[in-house]
């Protein structure tokens, strides 16, 4: 009997941290992912052909869970479907990683960990544009987002525009600063450059969250969805790759980084991440997923310096404060839009909210304007998987 009792008890503390446990997981994955693709771009692997690969892995991983899983319940595929699925495959696989690794390769795997934490307030300020989000002046949560969103923002924009000098963190050495006048003008320029080519990613996937929502009403098959989307990012960077790389040694694989990358951000960052953080949020909602993404940072911020070598700039750290603080004042003023209960909805028929970005559909029958009440819209912000991994 005490052996049983114990046994209950350490099962449900296990309950308890699994959903701590798997988000932790996934923060090193998504750490690993920045550091053996800068590896891999600092080899002089081309971004082009790494979104290619990368999306080539994702597809044969995910493939045949959606081809068993979903093989009775995945709708018909219509031609309008077939056209959101074109645009989510360009936004994401394309306009978004290919921006994304080029502006990590001009600044630093820290640095994108960093600004990519934007993405709530980009998102938020998108829905805002399309009537996805309702929001109330005299309501506290609907402030925090603004103010969160403003904060974000502002963090972001010191980021791009003060550098500040190089902090000797972890014990890196930073003896190679101040090569010249030259140099340090070319690299300012190719730090702000990389810098808005991040945040125009940002962009790019947040539109890929808003286009997903809307996708997912008329095609409600996480799996299939996903499945088509790398398989279109493949298609589409593909043609993209083929156009900025001509030659062949450009394709090349070996048994390094180029590889490990690909497959490693593809499987990991994609597959798995796409299932584990699908049952994070249905068991604790969005809110919950977003709220560890400064801990991957963090991650990469020790990793980048003692595996690349990577110099942290006082701008970058000041901003990545910043940006914090307004990430989580955007959680806080989201959290109130998720409703735990409403999963009961489903088995009645009933659930009509629609959720972004979360690649979740409760109910039957959507309505993507629809509030959860009186002053939220029916759109969520927590950092979903289809792609990134990221991301």
């Known amino acids: 009997m005490e052996g049983q009792k114990l046994w209950e ?3 449900t503390a296990f309950n308890r941290i699994k959903p701590y446990l798997a988000m932790v997981s996934l923060s090193f994955g998504y750490a690993g992912m920045y550091i053996i693709t800068m590896l891999c771009l600092k080899r002089g692997m081309s971004t082009y052909v790494l979104v290619v690969y990368r999306h080539a892995a994702a597809t044969i991983a995910i493939a045949p869970f959606a081809l068993y899983f979903e093989r009775k319940t995945r709708p018909k595929l219509t031609l309008r479907i077939f056209l959101k699925i074109m645009v989510l495959g360009f936004l994401e696989p394309v306009f978004d990683q290919n921006l994304y690794y080029l502006g990590m390769k001009y600044t630093s795997a820290t640095f994108a960990s960093a600004i990519v934490n934007i993405l709530p307030a980009i998102t938020f300020i998108m829905a805002i544009l399309f009537r996805l989000e309702k929001i109330k002046i005299k309501n506290m949560h609907s402030i925090a987002k603004i103010v969160g969103t403003i904060i974000t923002l502002g963090g972001a924009t010191l980021m791009t525009l003060y550098k500040g000098p190089v902090m000797n963190m972890f014990g890196t050495n930073s003896a190679h600063t101040g090569t010249g006048s030259s140099s340090s003008s070319s690299g300012d320029h190719n730090w702000v450059l990389g810098t808005l080519m991040v945040i125009a990613s940002c962009v790019g996937w947040s ?42 040694s450009e394709w090349a694989l070996g048994m390094d980084s180029r590889t490990l990358a690909p497959i490693y951000s593809g499987v990991v960052c994609s597959a798995i991440a796409y299932y584990l953080q699908s049952v994070v949020i249905k068991e604790r909602g969005p809110v919950f997923v977003t709220a560890f993404n400064p801990l991957c940072m963090i991650i990469v911020a020790v990793l980048g310096s003692l595996i690349l070598a990577e110099q942290i700039h006082l701008g970058s750290v000041i901003g990545a404060i910043i940006i914090v603080i307004g990430l989580y004042s955007v959680i806080w003023g989201k959290s109130k839009d998720y409703n735990p209960s409403a999963s009961s909805l489903e088995s009645n028929g009933k659930g009509d909210d629609l959720e972004l970005p979360i690649s979740t559909i409760k109910g039957t029958e959507m309505k993507a304007a629809k509030p959860l009440d009186d002053d939220i819209g029916s759109t969520d912000y927590g950092i979903q998987v289809l792609n990134k991994s990221h991301k």
């Open 9 to 11: 008890v350490f099962c």
């Open 207 to 248: 539109g890929f969250f808003i286009v997903q929502s809307f996708t997912l009403r008329d095609y409600p098959a996480e799996l299939s969805l996903t499945t088509l989307i790398c398989f279109m990012g493949v298609i589409e960077g593909g043609a993209v790759a083929l156009v900025m790389e001509h030659h062949p």
